[in-house]
């Protein structure tokens, strides 16, 4: 008789949001809530996470890319994403890992449809080819004005190739966002980012508490 355990699935953790709302800031925060609880998760980014990834989020960035295409920007943003989940994601979730992810498939309907123009069922397309079914357990979006997440985000140094789009762009990737929240609640948390960054972490807890509950011991 076969009495090895079987691992329980990890948890994917995706944070979402607008330039200047706090991303960077929370997952610290999480990262050490989640040791507090027993849980090393594993940490990642888009676009990037993999050597492919980081290679293509250097052109992404790059403010002097400025001939790069909408169609070829999605395009490299979900060749980031197709590496990042068949490198690190999908193996760490089979491992049982906790997995945080600084943006996922939410940020190309958000940038690359909502600031874009780009067709959402043109990103549904490459989702459901590239990302293998992965799909998060929550989704934290830090909702903040775009006039406070830009001035937040002056201070951080030289603008990169999408931090020089105005304030249009960004109104429009807020109300992608939104939009997706209010369609998705179950999976969606929204946070309120002009809170202070303890407040906001106190939120981003109380929206995870659930998945402690799931976990079989």
Known sequence: MNSSKSITRGRLI????????GKSTL???????LRAHGVEPVMTREPGGTPVGEAIRAIVLDAAQ??????????LMFASRAQLVREVIEPALAAGHWVLCDRFTDASYAYQGG??????????????????GVVP???????????????????????DRIEVEGDSFFERIRETYR????????????LDA????????SQAALAL????DEVTP
């Open 66 to 75: 400025t001939h790069l295409f909408a169609e070829a920007e999605l395009l």
């Open 27 to 33: 997952l610290a925060g999480l990262r050490e809530h």
């Open 209 to 212: 508490a659930p998945l402690f």
């Open 14 to 21: 995706t944070l979402e949001g607008g330039e200047g709302a």
């Open 137 to 159: 357990d929550v989704t934290l979006l830090l909702d903040l004005p775009v006039s406070d997440g830009r001035a937040r985000a002056a201070g951080r140094g030289e603008a």
């Open 115 to 132: 600031g874009r123009g780009q067709p959402v069922q043109r990103i549904a397309d490459l989702e459901q080819w590239a990302v293998a």
């Open 179 to 190: 939009a997706r929240a209010h369609a998705d609640p179950a999976r969606f948390r929204l």
């Open 194 to 201: 002009s809170d202070t960054p303890l407040g906001v972490l």
